[in-house]
Structure formats: structure tokens, C-alpha cells
């Protein structure tokens, strides 16, 4: 005896395919999808407010006022066929408005999708760019900055120029001491030599 349970197709195996008798019918989604979004955009203007409250006036007061013989829609009958009209414009007003509604969510996932994968780069490259400053911190600290290089130079220059003042005082100092010893050379020549005698030459004369 046959197992039952291989008789019975289970919710894990898939279904043959059948053989169709009218061919599939797949209209082009974007160029729906398009025709969706206008018709759903145009819904939401006050034009189309505006005409349809027109259209529907002037159906009201030409069945209402016009002969009976004219009517088409008399108020007798509760006006049926603009119930009608409107009733399927409703019906295809909302799905066009769902397809519409739909794309703009795949717009908006796809805008996310992009925002996201931006914010990564955008974050990525600020983290590289903290690591870099951060290593020019570090390799700052090694180098000298230009307040410690003039300062060093403004040292390094006093120290010249006061060795420079030593060495010209020094040069200058001596000059006095040998003229005083000249003045003192001199009065003791002129005090050794006798009288009538010509006075010792010096140098500078």
C-alpha cells in the first residue's frame, strides 16, 4: 500500500507548472509605475478638486433642472450612474495611488541605501584624517617650533655681541696705562738730566 503521505504534495514541494491558455500578461512596470505617479500627483492638485466638484454640479443640476425627457441620470433614481462613475474612479484611484506610493518607497530605500554607504565613507575618511592629525601632533613635538628657534638665536646673538664688548674693552683699557707710564718716563728724565742740558727725546716727539 502507497504511503499517503507521498501522495500529498507538502508545503515544501513545489507546485508543476501548468500550461496556460492566454499568455501571460506583463506590462511594462516603469512606464506603469510612471503613468501611476502622474495620475496620483494630478489627484492631489487643487485643479482636480476643483474640476471634479464642476463635474459634479453640472451633473446634479441637469438632472435636476433640465427636462425629464433629457435626463439620463434622474434624481428619481438617486442618481445611480454618477454613484457609479464615482465609485469606479475611487476603485482605480487606489491602486494607482498604492503603485505610486510603492515606488516612492523603493525611491526612498534606495536614497537610504545611497545616505548610508556615504556616511561610511564620510566616516572612514574623517577617522583617517584624525589618525593623520594626530600623527603630525606626534612628529610636532619632535621639531622645533619658530618661537624656541628665535629664542635660541636671540641667546646665541647676545652672547656674541657681549663677547664682542669684552674684547673691545679690553683692547681700549691698556691705552691709558701707557700713556701715564710715558708722562711718568718722561718727568723722571727730565729730572735726572742737569741744567742747560737739551731734553731727552720721547717717542712722540
Not at 507546485?15 to 491558455?21: D, K, M
Not at 700713556?179 to 727730565?190: H, N, V, W
Amino acid at each position: 500500500m502507497a504511503d499517503p503521505r507521498k501522495l500529498l504534495p507538502g508545503l515544501d514541494t513545489p507546485l508543476e507548472n501548468r500550461a496556460r491558455i492566454l499568455p501571460a500578461f506583463t506590462p511594462n512596470p516603469d512606464a506603469f509605475g510612471r503613468f501611476a505617479e502622474r495620475f496620483a500627483r494630478y489627484m492631489g492638485t487643487p485643479q482636480f478638486l476643483v474640476y471634479m466638484s464642476l463635474f459634479c454640479v453640472l451633473w446634479l443640476c441637469w438632472n435636476t433642472l433640465a427636462p425629464e425627457p433629457l435626463q439620463f441620470d434622474p434624481k428619481s433614481l438617486n442618481f445611480t450612474l454618477l454613484t457609479l462613475i464615482l465609485s469606479l474612479q475611487a476603485s482605480y484611484a487606489a491602486p494607482l495611488i498604492l503603485l505610486a506610493q510603492n515606488r516612492q518607497d523603493d525611491r526612498d530605500r534606495v536614497q537610504i541605501e545611497q545616505d548610508r554607504s556615504r556616511n561610511e565613507r564620510n566616516l572612514a575618511d574623517t577617522e583617517y584624517l584624525t589618525r593623520e592629525l594626530a600623527s603630525l601632533r606626534l612628529a610636532m613635538r619632535e621639531v622645533a617650533t619658530r618661537d624656541f628657534v628665535r629664542a635660541e638665536l636671540r641667546t646665541e646673538l647676545r652672547s656674541i655681541l657681549e663677547e664682542l664688548a669684552d674684547r673691545d674693552a679690553a683692547a681700549v683699557a691698556p691705552a691709558p696705562k701707557q700713556r701715564k707710564e710715558k708722562k711718568d718716563r718722561a718727568a723722571l728724565s727730565s729730572a735726572e738730566t742737569p741744567e742747560g742740558a737739551p731734553p731727552e727725546r720721547t717717542d712722540h716727539q
